[in-house]
């Protein structure tokens, strides 16, 4: 079970999203771990097809964390700015929009 791995690959992406772009901590933890798991069964799907069909069973383990870093990074990249009283900054390119 991906119980743990899961869990910790979306601790890490908030870990790094709270480090270099101070998002704050308990909303980027939130993200980073629902991220990560909506990314692992994104990435379940087609990991398990390829399993079915090729017989093996190391596709929906390697796709589907693969999908859990995608997903964790994603969420924390995309939402993170949302957390409740932030400023509404939108950055684009090197200005700063407000």
Do not use: C, N, Y
Request: net charge positive.
């Amino acid at each position: 079970m991906p119980t743990i791995s899961v869990t910790v690959i979306g601790l890490l992406a908030a870990l790094v999203f709270v480090v270099f772009r101070r998002t704050e901590k308990a909303w980027a933890v939130l993200l980073g771990v629902l991220g990560a798991w909506a990314g692992f069964v994104v990435g379940a799907v087609p990991g398990a097809t390829a399993d079915i069909v090729s017989g093996g069973g190391w596709a929906l383990p390697t796709v589907g964390h693969l999908g859990a870093v995608v997903g964790a990074v994603a969420a924390v990249w995309w939402f993170g700015g949302l957390a409740v009283g932030a400023p509404d900054v939108r950055r684009s390119g090197d200005r700063v929009q407000r």
